[in-house]
């Protein structure tokens, strides 16, 4: 059975303290348990204080079998940050401007040059999502026709590229699983993101039916309007079957005293340990609804 993680952002003490509520040791250098297995939701890097520590916890796991793990959109942030653009001599996949590099600027300063050179490659092998037996897991967003462009694609340059620069074959469907979806608001109306910055969309509910939302409801983010969505949502949209085995998400900043569920088949585990949240997990034994008391979460 797996206990699932969400996004650390860098906090490692956080994360110890977790995985000993889990019933994790260490054993020859790795956490592990006698019967479970973690799986990482991805975002271990950029942000928190303790980002080398992170690593040096997560990819032992990970690689000695005691883990498993999704990419999550700084790691893939992190590979077009550090990927020169071929057809941009000097520049990168991930442009280094004010924004680009003050999000990534505390992996810069706390991972050596060469330690972070390794982790890049080691993160090229993170799967973008995965199926398991009676579950369902992705950064983001499953979107199984997103998912049919991206199978079969290993993290290359190549693919990076088409994945990084907008109108690339790969960009929508990596923006979808590692970012989620998003509708444009209407003109005039904007929010401002965790990082302070104002944006004109908003991240929306894409495990839910879009019919009878409206912007305001159909949001992942508090958006103060009660207007009808468009029918640009309505032709993207391709709501989670309530019928479907569960799947787990993080990348979301969700907000709370404690966790709660998406719905009876989705979960976020990214309850905000880097914006003053705790880190959060869920213990999943192979029930297909979910249960809101399998939450576990730093106290």
């Known amino acids: 059975m797996y206990d699932l993680i969400g996004d650390i952002h860098g906090h490692a003490d956080a994360l110890l303290q977790l995985l000993r509520q889990l019933g994790y040791s260490k054993q020859k250098g ?4 006698s019967e479970r297995q973690v799986i990482f939701l991805g975002d271990f890097i950029d942000r928190g204080p303790q980002i080398r520590e992170t690593l040096e916890i997560v990819r032992p796991m990970i690689d000695a079998g005691a883990a498993l793990a999704v990419m999550g959109n700084h790691e893939l942030n992190a590979l077009a940050f550090h990927t020169p653009d071929p057809n941009k001599p000097g520049e990168h996949l991930r442009p280094h401007n004010e924004k680009n590099s003050h999000q990534h600027a505390e992996t810069v300063r706390q991972v050596p040059a060469d330690e972070l ?21 992705v950064h983001a967003c499953w979107d199984e026709r997103m998912i049919s462009h991206v199978e079969g694609r290993p993290v290359s340059n190549e693919s990076l590229a088409a994945a990084c620069r907008a109108g690339g074959e790969l960009f929508g469907p990596v923006e979808t699983l590692l970012k989620g979806k998003e509708a444009r608001l209407p003109p005039g109306i904007t929010i401002t993101d965790k990082d302070g910055q104002h944006r004109s ?3 929306v509910r894409w495990f839910d039916d879009p019919a009878g939302h409206t912007y305001g409801s159909y949001s992942m983010e508090p958006v103060d309007c009660d207007l009808p969505l468009p029918v640009s949502v309505f032709d993207e949209a391709a709501p989670y079957p309530p019928t479907e085995k569960p799947v787990f998400v993080g990348h979301y900043w969700m907000r709370g005293q404690q966790p709660t569920l998406l719905s009876p088949n ?8 880097a914006r003053g949240g705790f880190l959060c997990g869920y213990r999943w034994d192979g029930e297909q609804q979910l249960d ?7 106290r």
């Open 30 to 33: 790795v956490y592990r348990h």
């Open 117 to 137: 050179a390794s982790c890049l490659e080691w993160f090229r092998t993170l799967p973008l999502w995965l199926e398991l037996d009676g579950l369902r897991v």
């Open 201 to 203: 969309s908003t991240r």
């Open 266 to 273: 989705v979960a976020c585990v990214d309850w905000s340990v």
């Open 292 to 298: 809101e008391s399998r939450f576990v979460w730093g």
